[in-house]
């Protein structure tokens, strides 16, 4: 356990880990105290729910549109106060691994323990942020619009899965993560005269984390059903906002997912590349970074699937208000 605190590498990933993680609880938790919307705060946050055709592109911050603006606020700051307290808690579940590894190992291990340290570190990242999101999400989404949900609110029929989620593009991650396992599976059984501890961790251990990811984001979108999410006290606009508000949560998961994926496949070329029982070879050592190059430039494409795929869907509600007198937020 000792050479992982001497190996500047892994102190490296290891710091780097944590800075973050503070940076999002600080971050997160400043944001869920902050009660008036500074300019330059509000700016970001109207361009993004405009985008999501939350908000029209000519209106003014009314009252209303203010009442939106905040609310979104607190939906992001919970999710980044929990990604902030999923990372440090998934980093030191790592580090309780690595040390019971670190106990057992032999003299013959075949992937140098900076690589394992690196790897691991890298998905009790992944792990820890998108599951601190999930539970960030579950804890702030019910909290918007809680003072104004009030008893003489008219109720609400709760929406419908298909009304905020696009079941097609949902379903990526899961393929993706099935192409992953057969991607590397097939390099494995090519060009690997046996399989080693090494490919416990590229196919079992390292994709079930992604798997549990996956499920948990299918379980929080049924979920996002039954908050209770009402973002503005205004009639004609709460239940367009509250269905393109769920939509939004369920395209920051998608975004998070793909992102893991593609810390799943960048670990998995780690333990590939630099195992020595691993063979070279422009093909087994280049695949895995051809496909990540592919994840990277399908993030975005994913959350504007889910929004466009959406706005076809979220016509058929309100429309939205026209540009009102503006107002403080």
Not at 12 to 35: D, E, F, H, T, W
Not at 77 to 93: E, K, N, T
Not at 303 to 315: I, L, P, W
């Amino acid at each position: 356990m000792q050479h992982i605190f001497r190996d500047p590498l892994t102190l490296a990933v290891l710091a780097l880990l944590v800075g973050q993680s503070l940076v999002y609880i600080v971050g997160g938790i400043n944001k869920q105290r902050q009660q008036r919307l500074s300019e330059s705060a509000r700016a970001p946050l109207r361009q993004e729910l405009v985008a999501w055709g939350v908000l029209s592109p000519g209106q003014g911050v009314s009252a209303p549109a203010a009442s939106l603006l905040r609310s979104w606020q607190g939906i992001t700051a919970w999710s980044r106060i929990g990604m902030g307290v999923g990372i440090l808690f998934a980093a030191g579940a790592m580090l309780v691994v690595l040390a019971l590894l670190s106990a057992s190992a032999q003299s013959g291990q075949i992937t140098p323990p900076t690589i394992q340290a690196v790897t691991l570190l890298l998905q009790g990242y992944a792990f820890g942020m998108c599951c601190g999101a999930i539970l960030g999400l579950l804890i702030g989404a019910p909290r918007v619009g809680a003072a104004s949900a009030r008893q003489t609110a008219p109720a609400q029929a709760p929406p419908r899965l298909a009304e905020y989620r696009v079941r097609q593009v949902a379903l990526l991650p899961g393929a993706l993560l099935l192409i992953n396992v057969a991607l590397v599976g097939g390099l494995d059984l090519l060009f690997l005269q046996q399989f080693t501890q090494a490919e416990l961790w590229t196919l079992a251990v390292f994709p079930g984390l992604m798997l549990l990811i996956c499920l948990l984001g299918e379980w929080f979108t049924r979920r996002l059903a039954q908050l209770p999410l009402r973002p503005t006290d205004d009639p004609p606009l709460v239940a367009r906002a509250s269905i393109r508000f769920r939509a939004r949560l369920v395209g920051m998961l998608l975004e998070l997912e793909i992102f893991a994926l593609f810390i799943l496949v960048i670990c998995q070329w780690l333990l590939q590349t630099y195992s020595s029982a691993h063979p070279g070879g422009f093909i087994y050592n280049g695949a895995l970074l051809v496909y990540a190059v592919v994840l990277l430039s399908m993030r975005g494409l994913l959350e504007r699937a889910q929004r466009q795929m959406g706005d076809q869907r979220a016509d058929h509600s309100a429309p939205l208000p026209q540009p009102a007198p503006e107002a403080e937020a």
